[in-house]
């Protein structure tokens, strides 16, 4: 069974709950990992393109996702196309260069299609089909490569809000992932079933890796909790408002029962020594800065007017969970 080569430290912002700013985290985080001297990929594998829209202007990803069926496609969807069809193996897609050291791997709407063949692969997985398991791998195998031409230390996938197939591709194929979460109680409901989708995920796959025929690229299926960061919460005279702070004071309990301890299980391992601090930090509410950024194509600090106080706090929050991410994937 060939496993497949950890070449770069693979992370998702994972929540299937909508709303919780997974997107705008994930930009910004990559920014300050980028300030801090890391290469960053980001893989943008929801097909609502949330990620390449932000970054690209329009005419021009309008452009890519009409000739993402053509000789000239560059798009993800470009270069799995072959493998989702069943006419041959995954392509390669030149990554768009952002700034220096953070490239993006475009998105597609075509993508749902990818999605729809990996529900069949993974059942042709449990019947030790060969097909199954390359086109399982076939995003992480075009994911090694465009790290080895960035060269990146951290790839970052921008997921969509659900625990279909393709964020299972996903999930298993990352090495930590992040829980973002809104400080609502529909946000910390949404944690029991995200754990219990999560173990019985990796669960799953430790059988099918078991049973592969030799030579089978294998996605690693150990994806580890590095933590949560509660996002979009507003704050008054310094002080966060009372609401968010009564769920703020539930969500650590709550990411511990329902997301780590069955992830524990599922790996084997105990639940008695539970880790102090999982929580990598928190981003309050920045108001009319998120919306510049989103139409600049910049992280909330580097905004060109807006709110100067803003932007220093959006800096230095986003700062220290990044000098985090690094210090717990070392």
Same mark, same amino acid.
């Given at each position: 069974?060939?496993?497949?080569?950890?070449?770069?430290?693979?992370?998702?912002?994972?929540?299937?709950?909508?709303?919780?700013?997974?997107?705008?985290?994930?930009?910004?985080?990559?920014?300050?990992?980028?300030?801090?001297?890391?290469?960053?990929l980001?893989?943008?594998?929801?097909?609502?393109?949330?990620?390449?829209?932000?970054?690209?202007?329009?005419?021009?990803?309008?452009?890519?996702?009409?000739?993402?069926?053509?000789?000239?496609?560059?798009?993800?969807?470009?270069?799995?196309?072959?493998?989702?069809?069943g006419?041959?193996?995954?392509?390669?897609?030149?990554?768009?260069?952002?700034?220096?050291?953070?490239?993006?791997?475009?998105?597609?709407?075509?993508?749902?299609?990818?999605?729809?063949?990996?529900?069949?692969?993974?059942?042709?997985?449990?019947?030790?089909?060969?097909?199954?398991?390359?086109?399982?791998a076939?995003?992480?195998?075009?994911?090694?490569?465009?790290?080895?031409?960035?060269?990146?230390?951290?790839?970052?996938?921008?997921?969509?809000?659900?625990?279909?197939?393709?964020?299972?591709?996903?999930?298993?194929?990352?090495?930590?992932?992040?829980?973002?979460?809104?400080?609502?109680?529909?946000?910390?409901?949404?944690?029991?079933?995200?754990?219990?989708? /999560?173990?019985?995920?990796v669960?799953?796959?430790? %059988? !099918?890796?078991?049973?592969?025929?030799?030579? $089978? *690229? +294998?996605?690693?299926?150990?994806?580890? /909790?590095?933590?949560?960061?509660?996002?979009?919460? %507003? !704050?008054?005279?310094?002080?966060?408002?009372? $609401? *968010? +702070?009564?769920?703020?004071?539930?969500?650590?309990?709550?990411?511990?029962?329902?997301?780590?301890?069955?992830?524990?299980?599922?790996y084997?391992? $105990?639940?008695?020594?539970?880790?102090?601090?999982?929580?990598l930090?928190?981003?309050?509410?920045?108001?009319?800065?998120?919306?510049?950024?989103?139409?600049?194509?910049?992280?909330?600090?580097?905004?060109?007017?807006?709110?100067?106080?803003?932007?220093?706090?959006?800096?230095?929050?986003?700062s220290?969970?990044?000098?985090?991410?690094?210090a717990?994937?070392?």
């Amino acid at each position: 069974m060939a496993a497949i080569h950890r070449n770069a430290k693979r992370l998702v912002l994972f929540n299937h709950k909508g709303g919780v700013g997974k997107t705008t985290l994930t930009i910004n985080l990559a920014h300050a990992l980028v300030d801090a001297g890391k290469r960053v990929l980001l893989v943008d594998t929801d097909p609502q393109c949330s990620l390449s829209s932000f970054f690209l202007e329009e005419q021009f990803l309008d452009k890519m996702l009409d000739e993402s069926e053509t000789g000239d496609g560059n798009t993800l969807w470009s270069a799995l196309r072959p493998v989702s069809e069943g006419t041959g193996t995954s392509g390669s897609i030149q990554p768009v260069k952002i700034r220096a050291r953070l490239h993006l791997a475009v998105g597609d709407i075509r993508l749902s299609n990818y999605e729809n063949s990996l529900a069949d692969c993974w059942n042709l997985c449990l019947s030790r089909n060969r097909r199954g398991y390359h086109c399982t791998a076939a995003l992480s195998n075009l994911v090694d490569n465009l790290v080895a031409s960035t060269k990146a230390d951290f790839v970052f996938f921008d997921a969509g809000p659900n625990i279909g197939p393709l964020n299972r591709a996903v999930m298993l194929d990352c090495t930590h992932f992040i829980v973002p979460a809104a400080c609502d109680l529909f946000s910390t409901r949404a944690l029991k079933t995200l754990g219990f989708a /999560l173990s019985e995920w990796v669960t799953t796959w430790e %059988r !099918v890796r078991e049973m592969a025929p030799d030579q $089978s *690229p +294998l996605l690693a299926g150990t994806p580890k /909790l590095l933590g949560y960061v509660p996002q979009g919460f %507003r !704050v008054y005279r310094g002080e966060m408002a009372a $609401s *968010p +702070l009564t769920v703020l004071s539930k969500l650590e309990s709550r990411i511990l029962e329902f997301v780590w301890k069955p992830l524990q299980s599922a790996y084997g391992l $105990s639940t008695k020594d539970r880790p102090s601090k999982l929580k990598l930090g928190q981003v309050k509410f920045f108001g009319t800065l998120v919306m510049d950024a989103q139409n600049q194509g910049v992280s909330l600090w580097e905004v060109s007017g807006g709110n100067a106080g803003g932007k220093v706090k959006a800096r230095q929050e986003f700062s220290e969970i990044a000098k985090k991410v690094v210090a717990l994937t070392s």
